[in-house]
T-cell receptor
Framework: DQQVKQNSPSLSVQEGRISILNCDYTNSMFDYFLWYKKYPAEGPTFLISISSIKDKNEDGRFTVFLNKSAKHLSLHIVPSQPGDSAVYFCAASAQTGANNLFFGTGTRLTVIP | EADIYQTPRYLVIGTGKKITLECSQTMGHDKMYWYQQDPGMELHLIHYSYGVNSTEKGDLSSESTVSRIRTEHFPLTLESARPSHTSQYLC??????????FGNGTRLTVT
C-alpha cells in the first residue's frame, strides 16, 4: 500500500508562472518530508525539506507547505524556469535521518518557454 | 569533489549471469542505501547499511545481496540475473541527519 501519493503524473506551466506540485500521505507517524528533483539519466537531487513542527519552509524560488491535518504537502516554484523541467518526487520518513524514506511516484514538470 | 559514484551506468546482460553493481562515495557518510525504481513508479528501499559490516534488508524484498567492508564502498550483487531484475538501481548515502545523496543510478536490463 502506497504511503506517499503524487496523483498528478505530469504538469505543464508557462515560464514565469507558479508551479504547484502536490503530495498526500497516509501515515500519521511521518514527521519529516522532502522534495527531490530528478533529471533524465541522473539520480534524484535533494531540493527542500520540512519538519512536521513547521507548516512552511522557503528556499529561494522554492517553498514547501505542510498541512498536517489534511496529510498534504505542496511544493511551489515561483517563478518557474525552463531549467526546472524535471520529475519531482515527494518523500517522507517517520523521523529525521531514518533508514527509510517513502517516495511518491513523481510528477513530471514541464516549464514552457 | 565529494560525491557518490555508480558503475556501470547501463548494463545489458543475459539470464543466469552473476552481476555486481558498484557504489562508492567520497563524503565519509556512515549510512548507505540501495533503492530500486521501475519506470513511473516510486523508489523502493532494498538494502541499507549503517556502517562497516552492517547490512539490512529494506521494505522491498530483493534477491540481491550487499556487503559493506569499507565505509566508502557498498556493492550490490545478483548471483543469477533474471528478466524480473530489470530495473533502475539507485545508490545513496547520508551522514548524520543530512538528506540522502543519490548516485546517477545503474539501469539494468536482463534479457
Amino acid at each position: 500500500d502506497q504511503q506517499v501519493k503524487q496523483n498528478s503524473p505530469s504538469l505543464s506551466v508557462q515560464e514565469g508562472r507558479i508551479s504547484i506540485l502536490n503530495c498526500d500521505y497516509t501515515n500519521s507517524m511521518f514527521d519529516y518530508f522532502l522534495w527531490y528533483k530528478k533529471y533524465p539519466a541522473e539520480g534524484p537531487t535533494f531540493l527542500i525539506s520540512i519538519s512536521s513542527i513547521k507548516d512552511k519552509n522557503e528556499d529561494g524560488r522554492f517553498t514547501v507547505f505542510l498541512n498536517k491535518s489534511a496529510k498534504h504537502l505542496s511544493l511551489h516554484i515561483v517563478p518557474s524556469q525552463p531549467g526546472d523541467s524535471a520529475v519531482y518526487f515527494c518523500a517522507a520518513s517517520a523521523q529525521t535521518g531514518a533508514n527509510n524514506l517513502f517516495f511518491g511516484t513523481g510528477t513530471r514538470l514541464t516549464v514552457i518557454p | 569533489e565529494a560525491d557518490i559514484y555508480q558503475t556501470p551506468r547501463y548494463l545489458v546482460i543475459g539470464t543466469g549471469k552473476k552481476i555486481t553493481l558498484e557504489c562508492s562515495q567520497t563524503m565519509g557518510h556512515d549510512k548507505m542505501y540501495w533503492y530500486q525504481q521501475d519506470p513511473g513508479m516510486e523508489l523502493h528501499l532494498i538494502h541499507y547499511s549503517y556502517g562497516v559490516n552492517s547490512t539490512e534488508k529494506g521494505d522491498l524484498s530483493s534477491e540481491s545481496t550487499v556487503s559493506r567492508i569499507r565505509t566508502e564502498h557498498f556493492p550490490l550483487t545478483l548471483e543469477s540475473a533474471r528478466p524480473s531484475h530489470t530495473s533502475q538501481y539507485l545508490c545513496a548515502s547520508s551522514g548524520g541527519r543530512t538528506p540522502l545523496h543519490f548516485g546517477n543510478g545503474t539501469r539494468l536490463t536482463v534479457t
